[in-house]
């Protein structure tokens, strides 16, 4: 990790926003696989997209909930989630290889996220399903612990669009969204908090399903160039 530079992802595929924009904008997406949302044709999409780009591709697995948008807290089976997972990578790793480029992580969505933070069976099974891949994720959470006793390689991210609350144990958590004030909007304050954010991790994330996702993310770049950074993949 370099304080001169930063990675900017977003999740891409959802089949809620400018695409095309935004990955002329980030250096690398999150690709959703099917189970929150996202299609063959939308992969297909976006990885050839990002492959005339020089974008990274990162598998964004959730739990199988589109009607929630993976975001609805789910109990699943260890043992069915971790061959979730491994359907996703799976599914998305031959699509990205006809378009000529190769899943480089993989990364949780939405409830799956915030669970794997602190859920050993849950991230364990994420990581057991996602083969050997590089996890990036939440600073102080169980996934990027395990994965790195694993001997896997992990990243850090932040937020900037994303209000933050203190864990039992003193780490930082995502603020639940339907607390107020949880997700943030304003594209200005977006980016000025990506540039207080970007010292400490290897990669800010610009959620991709907001009113305001592409002005977020250029306003991002934009801030995060003009304090010296170097926007970069960082797998």
Do not use: W
């Not at 992802?9 to 695409?19: F, H, R, S, Y």
């Not at 589109?66 to 998305?92: N, S």
């Not at 144990?169 to 949880?182: E, N, T, V």
């Amino acid at each position: 990790m370099s304080s001169r530079r930063v990675d900017l992802n977003a999740d891409l595929g959802e089949e809620v926003t400018d695409d095309e924009a935004l990955l002329a904008v980030v250096t690398s997406a999150n690709v959703a696989c099917g189970f929150h949302a996202g299609n063959a044709t939308t992969m297909r999409l976006v990885c050839e997209g990002a492959a005339e780009r020089g974008v990274r591709i990162g598998a964004q697995v959730s739990y199988a909930d589109r009607e929630g948008f993976g975001r609805r807290p789910l109990d699943v089976p260890t043992d069915v989630l971790r061959e979730q997972v491994a359907e996703q990578v799976g599914v998305l790793s031959q699509i990205a290889a006809t378009a000529g480029v190769e899943v480089a992580y993989v990364k949780p969505h939405g409830a799956l996220y915030n669970r794997v933070v602190d859920d050993e069976e849950q991230a364990r099974a994420v990581l057991e399903g996602s083969g050997r891949l590089p996890v990036l994720g939440l600073p102080g959470g169980r996934l990027l612990a395990l994965a790195a006793q694993a001997g896997r390689a992990t990243f850090l991210e932040a937020f900037p669009d994303r209000a933050y609350v203190e864990g039992a144990d003193g780490s930082r958590r995502l603020m639940p969204r339907d607390r107020p004030g949880a997700v943030l909007h304003e594209p200005a304050e977006i980016a000025a908090r990506a540039v207080e954010l970007a010292d400490g991790v290897h990669s800010l994330c610009v959620h991709g399903d907001g009113p305001t996702a592409v002005a977020a993310a250029r306003a991002v770049r934009e801030a995060l160039e003009g304090s010296g950074l170097s926007v970069e993949p960082f797998a």
